[in-house]
């Protein structure tokens, strides 16, 4: 870009990030302007030309993508597990990009190695690890494949070089585990038949009794059980499952424990909430991503583990890569930890945002995030048309709106509908067994009170107008 455009170019930007952001500062706003995908596509232009639009048009294509696109700064953005725009930490995703460090080595990446370095120590710390090591990952997905690898490596420390026969290898989830550990069973190569699922307790955790039957079947049929995945803060519910009994377990048979903290990781800030991970330290490895609750711009997500050697085990590549990795400085480059060759610099926005606020300012949110839960719990529990459809553990809250009558799961995936259409509140439609519900997950530092109780008159209004046979408005 020349020098004559580059001034008003930026300028120009900045504008459109300030009024992106305060956007969001006023109640009530537009979540998305709903479209189908269809006339979407139809009214968007989306070529790529043959002669270039030129630098002026940059900021029309940014205009046009900001007026399209989910504002999931939004404080009645409540539909994943994530959400709002930390300001110090999209500062440091800007400069990341701005830098272009590839991870891979300390030659290629100085500081940036050791911004990551010291963040995955300081997490390790307070996983409660004297040891070990990890490396940023592509996400929570990643770090449960990167668990299971360490499992099978730990067994089989050849078989990163000779190859495994998972067919006989087996490993046990929770019932309610998230979906990532089904490709992570597909990508080791044991497949989806050798991922068994663990019987859950009412409020969704794992039951140590059920897992302790489960291997013992397992070793009745000649399975070799290699690897046990707890969840800390499941999907749906925000389940914890009991670490300290199924390490116990893990521990007697000899088996790879891994933690998928990728959602609920963050309650170790909290004295009042830690207890939820309580024996997190006996794990092997765990997950956590630091782009879910605490609130960082996708992608930032840690896998750690005590065994240093075992992660290096996975991630060896012997001498090939002779342009990037020499003998004199195996000690200190990262591309040695991890499976990907060029890797951004996910750490710095962590690092800045964590300088910024301290672990004091993370507990603080948890513990705001969690006394929302509970104030939107009460506020369901205390009104007769909605229904909780599980205790709330973490800062997810399943609900659905129940009337006599009704077929309760159409009526729910039908509200549901209506304010999609809508485009305010988004919230997510989950199932709890057999049944719809609606599950909204407070992971936004602009959520309060008042957006809760919106959610809520919005959610009553909508099922009362269906109930009434009022037909969708938009
Ligand atoms: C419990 C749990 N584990 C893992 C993941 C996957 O995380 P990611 O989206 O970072 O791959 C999720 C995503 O929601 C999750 O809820």
């Not at 294509?61 to 930390?86: A, H, S, V, Y």
């Not at 019987?199 to 897992?211: H, I, T, V, W």
Request: hydrophobic share 40%; glycine share 8%; net charge negative.
């Amino acid at each position: 870009m020349r020098a004559e455009v580059l001034t008003p170019f930026l300028d120009g930007l900045m504008t459109r990030i300030a009024d992106y952001h305060l956007a969001s500062l006023e109640p009530g706003q537009k979540t998305v302007d709903y479209l189908s995908e269809e006339s979407r596509r139809k009214t968007t232009d989306l070529s790529l030309p043959l002669e270039g639009n030129g630098p002026e048009r940059v900021l029309d294509d940014i205009d046009e993508f900001l007026r399209q696109c989910i504002k999931t700064n939004n404080p009645q953005f409540m539909n994943p597990l994530w959400g709002g725009l930390n300001l110090s930490a999209f500062a440091g995703e800007v400069i990341a990009a701005l830098t272009n460090q590839s991870m891979y080595t300390y030659e290629l990446s100085p500081i940036a190695t050791l911004i990551e370095k010291a963040i995955i120590f300081r997490m390790m710390e307070i996983i409660g690890y004297g040891d070990g090591f990890g490396t940023f990952t592509t996400g929570g997905s990643n770090g449960n494949m990167l668990g299971m690898l360490c499992a099978r490596q730990s067994l089989y420390p050849s078989s990163s070089h000779g190859g495994f026969d998972g067919t006989k290898h087996v490993a046990f989830v929770s019932a309610e585990a998230h979906y990532s550990v089904l490709m992570s069973a597909n990508v080791i190569g044991i497949g989806h038949q050798n991922l068994i699922k663990v019987a859950c307790d009412s409020n969704g955790r794992m039951k140590p009794e059920s897992l302790r039957d489960e291997i013992q079947r397992a070793q009745q049929n000649d399975l070799i059980p290699f690897c046990v995945i707890a969840t800390s803060g499941t999907t749906v519910r925000g389940a914890f499952d009991p670490l300290s009994e199924i390490a116990a377990i893990s521990h007697d048979e000899n088996i790879w424990l891994h933690v998928d903290a990728a959602w609920g990781g963050s309650c170790l800030f909290s004295s009042k909430h830690r207890d939820l991970m309580s024996g997190v330290e006996l794990a092997d490895s765990v997950c956590w991503d630091a782009h879910k609750m605490m609130g960082l711009p996708l992608i930032c997500s840690a896998f750690l583990t005590k065994h240093k050697e075992v992660l290096g085990g996975v991630c060896a590549h012997g001498n090939a890569a002779h342009y990037l990795f020499h003998e004199d400085t195996k000690d200190v480059d990262l591309g040695r930890f991890s499976l990907q060759c060029g890797r951004r610099n996910d750490s710095l926005k962590l690092w800045i945002a964590w300088r910024e606020i301290g672990d004091a300012g993370w507990a603080e949110m948890v513990n705001r995030y969690c006394e929302l839960g509970d104030y939107l719990q009460a506020t369901v529990q205390s009104h007769p048309k909605l229904e909780m459809m599980s205790d709330r553990s973490w800062s997810n809250v399943c609900f659905r709106y129940v009337v006599e009558g009704h077929d309760l799961n159409e009526l729910n995936v039908e509200l549901r509908a209506r304010l999609i259409r809508e485009g305010i509140h988004l919230v997510s439609r989950s199932n709890i067994l057999d049944d719809v519900v609606i599950r909204a997950v407070v992971a936004n530092p602009l959520v309060d009170e008042s957006v809760l109780n919106g959610l809520v008159a919005a959610i009553v209004r909508h099922g009362d107008e269906i109930v009434a046979g009022v037909p969708a408005q938009f």
